[in-house]
């Protein structure tokens, strides 16, 4: 069974940057996509990036392009979420999600393993 673990999330300022992680275990990293979401208090989840097996495609959010980066080490079955110039409605619980197949699919329902999620707070 697939087994996700995220780390990395903290309180940072506005305008700082931080870097999240996701250990995959239980099975083959390298056949599975693999995705970031977040939600925060009183709202739905929402996808904030995807990225292929290879790590040679992502897609992202409108509300992240240009500041975050997805990416991916299948040596280290890791994945990885790099967050720049962060703002206080970046604050959310964030979490990774997997699955085989086509990897851009921006619905929840769609990813069957998730993580427990790690929190990131943007203080202003």
């Known amino acids: 069974q697939v087994q996700l673990v995220e780390s990395g999330g903290t309180l940072v300022q506005a305008g700082g940057s931080l870097r999240l992680s996701c250990t995959f275990s239980?099975?083959?990293?390298?056949?599975?996509?693999m995705a970031w979401f977040r939600q925060a208090p009183g709202k739905e989840r929402e996808f904030v990036a995807s990225i292929n097996w290879s790590g040679g495609s992502t897609v992202y959010a409108d509300s992240v392009k240009g500041r975050f980066i997805i990416s991916r080490d299948n040596a280290k079955n890791t994945a990885y979420l790099q967050m720049n110039s962060l703002k206080p409605e970046d604050t959310a619980v964030y979490y990774c999600?997997?699955?085989?197949?086509?990897?851009?699919?921006?619905?929840?329902?769609?990813?069957?393993?998730w993580g427990q999620g790690t929190q990131v707070t943007v203080s202003s």
């Open positions: 999600a997997a699955r085989e197949g086509y990897p851009y699919l921006t619905l929840a329902n769609l990813y069957p393993f």
């Open positions: 239980g099975r083959t990293f390298s056949n599975y996509a």
